[in-house]
């Protein structure tokens, strides 16, 4: 119990200065990170299109970032 | 200036270990509003060119939100395949035509940083259906440098198999599949310049997992410069794991950078490395493209070009896919912003184009329509010496998207 005790407080201490971080880039200096060629998927209905054309060809899949889907295609 | 949030700790050791862990995650983040993505609507044509094959057909998507905090989409997608490839060929089969067709609808909900997500996707051939239903969590967190994901698919495939004379449906052929996948990733501000995402992505399948028409080969017991051909043999679960960095750099100038690396590996014994890179440089109302990616994969345990015998192995698989091969493609591509300023309903469109060149070269894939030839023919090579296979594809997509 007194184990399960520290490391409850051990994360709970971890945790809370996750809480405290101060984000080190502000918001006002996100200028360039908010600029469209900054997205990592600008076009969904490409980056789907073409993740499923090597998809189909290739033996690795996923992480990707798209929630895929099961086609014959293979 | 958003301040840091304070977190008020739980005062009793009694709270449950996942209670004080959402308690301390998710709540403070709460406090904040995140954001949607904005109303678009998209139209792609595409079409795929090469070993043989031509897939073309064109997408859809729409989305639009409502209220701030709740978001729809659609999405139809259609493929119209005609295929000659090199399997085709060598199982004695003629040209053949057909369509996939597949629709997806999404839901969005946000409620202060957390977005949960959930979808429905349904694809159609005359030989295989497949339904997929996806839900996700996102949560923005530490002032937004930090998102983090959670994904789950759940998928199930009915796998019928068609007469390739009288290119009726066999009625006695019905095979499921399962389908899980479970993602998780977060995506990171580290500068002012520099963004990076980190995904990982377990997918578990369960069924038929071979394609009820490809055959493998196995040395001629007669002649042994010819092969003969007997139908795969799969196992019916396989598991993968695939985890993938990527990041993007904005330039001293108006560019970007990204780069990104993909490891897999699965339980067939198949590893793969995946490496992309690419610049983007917008100029004027344009934005110009280019990319390159590098993929090797090795052959799966049960893999042969070749089998020395008629059920040799429990598994038999001789699928291209599944073989040990390198692929390599350049990519370019061209977006123009039209009505910047807007039109009407519309906030601005854009016409974009795309085009990829992929190169596949196999190691242990061999071209076996040679050893098809009459033993006659100068070209002839016996069973297990024919040149190795190798192919180019060109892809193209062109799209109009409109933000209203």
Redesign the interface.
């Known amino acids: 119990m007194q184990v ?2 520290g490391i ?2 051990a ?2 201490v971890v ?2 200065g ?13 200028q ?2 908010a ?1 469209p ?2 997205s ?1 998927d600008p ?4 980056t ?3 993740d499923h ?2 998809d189909a ?9 798209t ?8 | ?2 301040k ?4 008020e ?2 005062a009793r ?1 009694s ?1 449950s ?1 996942l209670g ?2 959402l308690a ?2 998710l709540l ?1 983040a709460a406090s904040f509003a995140g954001v949607l993505a904005d109303d678009r609507a ?1 139209a ?1 044509y ?1 079409r ?1 060119e090469g070993g043989g094959v031509t897939i073309h057909g064109p ?3 729409v989305r639009k939100k409502f209220a701030e905090k709740y978001a729809i989409s659609a ?1 139809y ?1 259609q ?1 119209m395949v005609t295929s000659a490839s090199i399997d085709v060929e060598v199982s004695g089969a003629s040209e053949y035509h057909e369509e ?1 067709d ?1 629709w ?1 609808l999404g839901a969005e909900y946000l409620r202060g940083k957390t977005t949960y997500s959930l ?1 429905y ?1 349904n ?1 159609k ?1 005359n ?2 259906q ?3 239903t ?1 839900f ?1 969590i996102s949560q923005d ?5 930090t998102t983090i994901t959670m ?1 789950f ?1 759940r ?1 199930k ?1 009915v ?1 019928r198999r068609r007469d390739t004379i009288t290119d009726r449906i066999d009625p006695n052929f019905k095979e499921p ?1 399962d ?1 899980w ?1 479970y ?1 998780v ?1 977060v ?1 990171q ?1 580290l ?3 520099l ?1 990076s ?1 980190l ?5 578990t399948d369960e069924g038929f997992l071979n ?1 009820p028409y490809r055959s493998y080969r196995f040395v001629n017991p007669s002649n042994n410069q010819l092969f003969s051909l007997a139908p795969e043999q799969y196992p019916r679960t396989r598991t ?5 960095l ?1 990041a ?1 750099y ?1 330039l001293p100038y ?3 950078v990204h780069g990104g690396y ?1 490891f ?1 590996t ?1 339980t ?1 014994g ?1 590893g ?1 490395n ?1 490496f992309e890179a690419g610049y ?1 440089h ?1 100029w004027r109302q344009w ?1 110009f493209d280019v990319g390159y990616r590098f ?1 090797s ?1 090795n052959n ?1 345990d049960f893999y042969s070009d070749l089998f020395e015998r008629r059920d040799e192995q429990n598994f038999l698989a001789r ?1 291209k ?2 073989s040990t091969f390198k ?1 390599q ?1 350049l990519s370019l591509g061209a977006t123009y912003e039209f009505v910047p300023n807007g039109w009407r309903f519309i906030k601005k469109g854009t016409l ?1 184009f ?1 085009y ?1 060149r ?1 190169q ?1 070269d196999y190691d242990d894939f061999r071209d076996a329509r040679y050893s098809m030839l009459p033993a006659a023919d100068p070209n002839f090579r016996p069973a297990g010496s024919e040149p190795l296979y190798s192919f180019g594809a060109n ?1 193209f ?1 062109l ?1 109009v ?1 409109v933000w209203f």
């Open positions: 399960r005790t409850l407080l994360a709970a945790l809370a996750c809480g405290n971080i101060e984000p080190w880039v502000k918001p006002y200096e996100r360039a990170l600029d060629i900054m990592f076009n969904p209905v490409s789907a299109y073409i054309v090597f060809r290739e033996g690795a899949r996923g992480a990707n970032g929630a895929g889907g099961g086609c014959g295609c293979n | 200036m958003k840091a949030w304070g977190v700790l739980p050791a709270v270990w004080l862990v301390l995650v403070p998209d792609l595409h795929y997408s859809v998507l999405n997608y493929d996939r597949q997806s979808g996707t694809s051939e030989d295989y497949a339904e997929t996806t996700g967190l530490f002032g937004d440098l994904g698919s998928g495939d796998v599949i389908r996948s993602r990733g995506s501000i500068t002012k310049a963004i995402s995904q990982l992505e377990v997918i394609n993968s794991n695939a985890i993938a990527n993007r904005y108006r560019a970007a993909r897999f699965d067939w198949i793969a995946t983007t917008p934005t993929y994969q799966a699928d896919e599944l692929s493609a974009n795309y990829d992929i596949f892809v997509q799209f998207s």
